[in-house]
């Protein structure tokens, strides 16, 4: 009986086991790999597309800027009405009274206004839309670096996440085998009820943990499927491909690199020059505003402005062409205001610019220092897998044979889950750190790096 109850009671566990893993660890749908990821990324994402949206709101404003350089055309129409209408007697023979004003007057002008001098307010402007569509062009390039390096970074956490499922899908099924060992040595009174009471304390807990890596794994999925714009339901798997070469750039050219290419340097080159425009753009104001103008003019007694029902002395129309300048004299000192205004802020982006390139530098370095530390990890939590798995063949071996403990055997099993998942960690974040590194450089990847840069040693920590 006990042996048919032991074969029950393994049937069952194992059953347990497969209906609790392969749902988890099987996923239908298309595969996808991190370049795809990274294309969709970059044709789909908001934030991306928000940015070429900005790129060409700036193109538009500067045309607009430009037009302010050509004439401009421009109609009026106006309606007076005049209570009491005059006459005058001019007491000369056959001319009687001659009409001075009258009760209705309309006018209607057409305008050509070409500006000829503003105190260099209209070139400053458009600088200024010129800069503003360049900083848009680098908003762009940084919107696509900060997509890449999310979409690389939940890629690879992805990647993690599944790896840590199959570490717990694997840790449940070695306790639940060293479980059912258990019951049959509990069965055949060979170990106390204590001995067996832990192993099936922790298969439990295996079961838990199990269902938590599924559970991070789901939300894992998530935010790939976020960023690269795939509906949430939708099931999909991604190639683990992770790279294990070492990076071998001198950190010397990547901070050059850096300091050149880094869309955040750019913006702030970008917002310095804008601000010394802004301080040409309020000194403008000390000069005065010189236009061209030539006007037509047309006079009427009705809506029609055909010069009919007009006093006596008011021609039907008029055509003028004229230089006209307008020089603002005293304002209580604003302008002199709107200077200093504008040097205060100019200073402020010589500081931003200074306070952009040291987290440039720093952030450079940390990524470096991060992909230094995490390739090393790799090979030493390598080899501690493999002696870790060594150590629990040899505990369980000596379970068999009643020479070590229940507790031995579960010891070695968590500290072989804990050494996979140290390794799989280390693999997954060196990646993730390479990532990193390529934006903090402002790089397309990490390969473009070892492409462009010197030969150079890697450097020991």
């Known amino acids: ?56 709101q700036a193109e538009w404003r500067k045309q607009s800027v430009y037009d302010n350089f050509l004439p401009r055309l421009n109609l009026d129409y106006g309606y007076t009405y005049l209570a009491n209408p005059s006459d005058i ?10 009409s001075v004003t009258v009760h209705n007057n309309y006018a209607m002008g057409l ?28 908003g762009e390039e940084l919107a696509t670096l900060e997509i890449k390096y999310r979409t690389v970074s939940a890629y690879y956490n992805l990647l993690m996440s599944i ?18 060992d258990s019951y049959q040595f509990y069965e055949n009174e060979i170990i106390p009820m204590n001995d067996l009471l832990e192993a099936e304390v922790h298969l439990a807990n295996a079961k838990q943990d199990f269902r938590l890596a599924s559970s991070r794994t789901r939300k894992a999925r998530t935010t790939l499927a976020t960023l690269i714009k795939e509906p949430l339901s939708s099931e999909f798997s991604v190639v683990d491909t992770p790279s294990l070469a070492p990076l071998l750039v001198d950190l010397e050219f990547l901070l050059q690199k850096a300091l050149t290419d880094r869309p955040e340097l750019k913006q702030a080159n970008y917002g310095l020059e804008s601000s010394e425009k802004q301080v040409a753009l309020a000194r403008s104001y000390y000069f005065p505003n010189v ?31 004229g230089v006209y300048a307008q020089w603002e004299i005293f304002a209580w000192g604003q302008t002199r205001h709107n200077v200093n205004q504008a040097e205060a802020a100019r200073r402020e982006s010589q500081q931003y610019l200074v306070k952009v390139m ?5 952030e450079v370095d940390d990524n470096y220092t991060s992909v230094q530390v995490s390739y090393s990890n790799i090979e030493t939590a390598k080899k501690a897998v493999e002696q870790a798995q060594e150590n629990l063949r040899m505990n369980e071996v000596r379970y068999q044979n009643q020479i070590a403990s229940s507790t031995d055997v579960i010891d070695a099993q968590t500290l072989l889950t804990s050494t996979r998942t140290k390794y799989y960690q280390a693999v997954y974040h060196y990646n993730i750190w390479l990532a990193s ?3 903090a450089v402002g790089a397309e990847s990490w390969e473009q790096l070892v492409v462009e840069g010197p030969d150079s040693k890697q450097k020991d920590l």
């Open 358 to 362: 040291d987290e440039i530098r720093m």
């Open 163 to 180: 790896k840590f499922q199959e570490v717990m899908a694997a840790t449940v099924k070695q306790l639940a085998s060293h479980y059912d």
């Open 291 to 321: 236009i061209m103008r030539a006007g037509h003019n047309r006079y009427g007694g009705d809506p029609m402005v055909d010069g009919t029902g007009l006093s006596d002395l008011q021609l039907p129309y008029e055509t003028t062409v």
């Open 89 to 98: 007697n001019t007491g000369l023979p056959d001319t009687g009274d001659v």
């Open 1 to 56: 009986m006990k042996i048919y109850a032991f074969a029950a009671r393994l049937l069952l566990s194992s059953t347990l086991i497969v209906c609790l893993i392969l749902p988890s660890l099987a996923v239908a749908g298309k595969i996808l790999t991190l370049s795809e990821c990274l294309e969709m990324a970059q044709t789909r994402n908001p934030s991306v597309l928000a940015s070429m949206e900005r790129i060409a």
């Open 437 to 439: 590194l390529a934006r």
């Open 111 to 138: 305008y050509l206004d070409q500006p000829l001098f503003t105190g260099y307010r209209l070139i400053e402007s458009y600088r200024l839309a010129d800069l503003g569509l360049k900083e848009a062009v680098a």
